[in-house]
């Protein structure tokens, strides 16, 4: 388990709110050309000349959507980068521009905050995004981030939820489950380490799954893909929530049905393993675990001989009528209504 | 003082995160001509021809920069809109489009909730802007609300901190102190209360600096006064921490010095009256009460006839070289550096 053992700590009332800010994002290196002006005003200026541009926006809460006792703030950074961008590829944008606030409590150094930003700094190098505002201020209690983040598309380019037509087919990048499957091993070692501190985990046969849920990666690669194939897709949304929820989602906003075929979904072996030695059902993970940063979309049949070929895409399904309603099609052959689980933070 | 005493409370478990976003932003009308795509896909899409955008993003935090046991969450819904709004204007840019993220305790209703939006909505309809995204989730402490304000500005129009030259005058809106007096009120009613439930204070000979604190406005009409009058600002700031710092922040970024004329600081007569009562300087809570939401800018002295005769705008300084320094004249003809003060809520 990882804690911060840093005994050279600053305290954040060394510095004040004003110091905080500045501090924490004066190496960042403005990359983009509509960047005009970043950090430093009362507000960044941005130049998309006449390109569109997509606005997205995520919190992640202590204690919600993240346990500091097994994931690194570094880590933290980056996937709070990341689960924005995400949202900005689902819209077949490139992401250019993210803002950062975080609220935190004293019980926070300096040296912390730092490590958070080193993670949000490595996401906007790979990702080639630039940070052009934020506010930090004082919480009553934990860590939370808000982060906003800015594309740029070509009109014709904007892909939405709504577009999917019967006979379309329903694909995905990547596989499924992983991330929650991670969390599952590292709750578990959690407790673990509650009664024995000193155990050391062999997490080595977990760790693509553990590096799902704690440095999960937003599929830049597949918009440029789409780019390259010639391809649009005429629906789409990435998978935060879960599978199901994606599905139905799409579905409802697009007035469409689909059949979700069980044994088209992708599943890393590592999930399939330890989902035997969890005793839960591979496919329940991948439909309702999320936190996937996978993106689900549907294309027109006639694009199939253009994607076929790619080891990154998986067709899972097939867009149906919206009376057909949204099934999944077992491995048995037998239909199952699909509903949204998703994720319920408000349960008591 | 205000609590919900509403009997008929909607938990949040019972709508779930999907069903909260929706129906609190179902009545919400899109206004802009730039919005293309509102809430309802995983981002929203804006089109904004050959404009500059701006952004800008906020955090408000229970427990730091409100306390609910004086603020009705419809004023917190206002007022966390007018505070990025504000900001928005300081770029001499129009405000088109908010995302506003809330992080709630189970210990919220949805009615409660509603009541938050309803004043999220107010400001959207006074102020003309369009909101186009957000995020709801739960915390285990408290309220938090991030909002990100986006906003249209012609190249030629942005207006910076850093554009102040020497000779220049330093002109505000408004008047000072009354948001910080407000509070000071507000805190000693919520004292009382404490000790008698029953005691029924007399606000009245309050009402300006109460309203000023729990309903501040932003001053987009300045914004359009700039184009009627055909004055563009040299440098221009809003005053959220308090003028001194504001002072500064425009001095520091554009290498300027400046003196500041204690008598010229526009006070209300309310802000004077309480401050005699509370026996503290007025002139000291309005260089660093903060939350005034008023501009303050700098223009060339050419520009001085267009703007003496408004009853808005107040010349409070003169713009010098750098190596002057920055100080407040005072009434006694003394001259004192002026240090920002500020809001410091990471102090122990």
Known sequence: MIEDKNQQRTKLSDLGEFGLIDHLTKNFKVKQKSTVKSIGDDAAVLNFENKKIVVTTDLLVEGVHFDLSYMPLKHLGYKAVIVNLSDVYAMNAKATQITVSIAVSNRFSLEALEDLYA?????????????????TTSSTKGLLI??????????????????AKPNDLLVVTGDFGAAYMGLQILEREKEVYKVNPNNQPDLEPYS??????????ARKDIIKLFKDLGVKPSSMIDVSDGLSSEIIHICKQSKVGCDLYEEKIPLDPQVISTCEEFNIDSTTVALNGGEDYELLFTISQ????????NPNLSV???????????????RADTRIPIKAQGWKNFND
């Open 302 to 309: 006639d694009d199939y001989p253009k994607i076929k070929a």
């Open 146 to 163: 808000s982060v906003t983040a800015i594309g740029e598309v070509e009109t014709d380019d904007v892909v939405y939820r709504s577009g």
């Open 208 to 217: 693509y799954i553990i590096e799902r849920q704690l440095k999960p990666e």
């Open 119 to 135: 993670g949000i700094e490595t996401a906007a190098n790979i990702y080639d995004i630039d940070v052009v505002g934020g506010d």
């Open 316 to 330: 899972i399904g097939y867009v149906k009528e919206e009376k057909e309603g949204v099934h999944l099609v077992t």
